[in-house]
């Protein structure tokens, strides 16, 4: 069956930066892309970007550039999303999911459990 | 970016209610618009795929229908575990966006 693992909680200090990790199982890693949402109480859900699994072609959110980058090891068949120069701003769950996308059909069918990633000082 | 307004933000429904959540874009989106679920827990799942199409494993009380700027999902009759959060999110235009959801809760 299809899962989406994602690493655990995070604590971080403003200014630093975090990589979160989203392992896939289940399915061929890089026949599907994946797809990256940030959920807070103040705005809701936030589409980040995706990154094409196969080649490692990236594509941001405008309001994400510079703060996401986007990242996949097939090998383990693993996407990353390192989060830089954390402000409080960044506090939120993070999700990963698998993007279907064929026949013109464009969603997200599988979603990891989210990983929550605190901004402290 | 293109806008989803989502009504209304919270609905009180008994089990057996048919109910109806409605999702506006602020521009036409051809039909390019997705419905997901989020359980308290987190987990999120699709439920409806380009405005009316039923996800693989998702009850036939779910349905979705809509065009141009206007869309929604009915649930014709609500079991108790259909009592979480409803989100849209469109397709049509980068970067994609979601509504800010509905909250479905027990009367």
């Known amino acids: 069956q299809v899962q989406l693992q994602q690493s655990g909680a995070e604590l971080a200090k403003p200014g630093s930066s975090v990589k979160i990790s989203c392992k896939a199982s289940g399915y061929t890693f890089t026949s599907y892309y994946i797809s990256w949402i940030k959920q807070t109480t103040g705005q809701g859900l936030e589409y980040i970007g995706y990154?094409?699994?196969?080649?490692?072609?990236?594509n941001y959110n405008e309001k994400f550039k510079g703060k996401a980058t986007l990242t996949v090891d097939k090998s383990s068949s693993t996407a990353f999303m390192q989060l830089s120069s954390l402000t409080p701003d960044d506090s939120a769950v993070y999700y990963c999911?698998?993007?279907?996308?064929?026949?013109?059909?464009?969603?997200?069918?599988?979603w990891g459990q989210g990983v929550m990633v605190t901004v402290s000082s | 970016d293109i806008q989803m307004t989502q009504t209304p933000s919270s609905m009180p429904a008994s089990l057996g209610e048919r109910v109806t959540i409605s999702c506006r874009a602020s521009?036409?989106?051809?039909?390019?618009l997705n419905w997901y679920q989020q359980k308290p827990d987190g987990t999120i799942k699709p439920l409806i795929y380009?405005?009316?199409n039923l996800q693989s494993g998702v009850p036939s009380r779910f349905s979705g229908s809509g065009s141009g700027t206007d869309y929604s999902l009915t649930i014709s009759s609500l079991e108790p575990e259909d009592f979480a959060m409803y989100y849209c999110?469109?397709?049509?235009?980068?970067?994609?966006?979601f509504g800010s959801g509905t909250k479905l809760e027990i009367k």
């Open positions: 990154i094409n699994t196969g080649s490692g072609g990236t």
């Open positions: 999110q469109q397709y049509d235009s980068s970067p994609l966006t």
């Open positions: 999911a698998r993007v279907y996308y064929y026949d013109g059909y464009y969603y997200f069918d599988y």
């Open positions: 380009y405005t009316s």
């Open positions: 521009q036409g989106i051809s039909n390019y």
